[in-house]
Nanobody, 126 residues
């Protein structure tokens, strides 16, 4: 399974970005997808997840109300729309795909239970 993120960049505080992650190597629509991030000097943390069908989403408290995760199964793509960006959102953002089908999208298991992309840098200037 290959996950390729795009859409990161430099944005001013208060601005918006939309990250994309294209998956290949298996049937996309059977698997939950998620986004994580790792800020400077911080551990990687969960940002948001979406179940295999797209009917349920989950968010970290730090981004709830500012971020929206969605998926387009025919395009094998998951998105993360980020609004009202803050300097604390500066991080490398990683796309994750559950190794097991038909999961919830909570992404509470071990890192090795998921496939990972290479990450895309998001920098928010204040």
């Amino acid at each position: 399974v290959l996950l390729v993120e795009s859409g990161g960049g430099l944005v001013q505080a208060g601005g918006s970005l939309r990250l994309s992650c294209v998956a290949s190597g298996r049937i996309f629509g059977f698997y939950a997808m998620g986004w994580f991030r790792q800020g400077p000097g911080k551990e990687r943390e969960f940002v948001g997840g979406i179940n295999w069908s797209g009917s349920t989403t989950y968010y970290a408290d730090s981004v709830k109300g500012r971020c929206t995760i969605s998926r387009d199964n025919p395009k094998n793509t998951v998105y993360l729309q980020m609004n009202s960006l803050e300097s604390e959102d500066t991080a490398v953002y990683y796309c994750a795909a559950d190794r097991s089908p038909y999961r919830s999208g909570r992404f509470t298991s071990r890192d090795e239970d998921y496939y990972w992309g290479q990450g895309t840098q998001v920098t928010v200037s204040s």
